[in-house]
Nanobody, 121 residues
Framework: QVQLVESGGGLVQPGGSLRLSCAAS????????MGWYRQAPGKQRELVAG???????NYADSVKGRFTISRDNAKNTVYLQMNSLKPEDTAVYYC???????????????WGQGTQVTVSS
């Protein structure tokens, strides 16, 4: 079994910062792309940032210059540093990873359980 476990969400004032972490565990052979998505109430889930196994990154226009995605391949962990947070960043943030399990010959898409980020004064 493979699991993604997120941490680091919470309540922060506008202009503040938070760092999200997501650790993959279980029978992992290899991890390809990893990323963060978010879903606000009444809205569709959207891509926030993604990172390849080689470290190439991409960001939603709404977070460019404020958010930074990174990963530690040795720890099977992806991070999202969020600075200059705005009320419109309020959402449940989900970690995503494309993983090949040990003993398997296919890649599968995995999701974390989600962590709430609330930006409010």
């Amino acid at each position: 079994q493979v699991q993604l476990v997120e941490s680091g969400g919470g309540l922060v004032q506008p202009g503040g910062s938070l760092r999200l972490s997501c650790a993959a565990s279980g029978r992992i052979f290899s991890i390809s792309g990893m990323g963060w998505y978010r879903q606000a109430p009444g809205k569709q889930r959207e891509l926030v940032a993604g990172i390849t196994s080689g470290g190439s990154t991409n960001y939603a226009d709404s977070v460019k210059g404020r958010f930074t995605i990174s990963r530690d391949n040795a720890k099977n962990t992806v991070y999202l540093q969020m600075n200059s947070l705005k009320p419109e960043d309020t959402a449940v943030y989900y970690c995503n990873a494309v993983i090949r399990s040990s003993g398997a010959d296919v890649w599968r898409n995995y999701w974390g359980q989600g962590t709430q980020v609330t930006v409010s004064s």
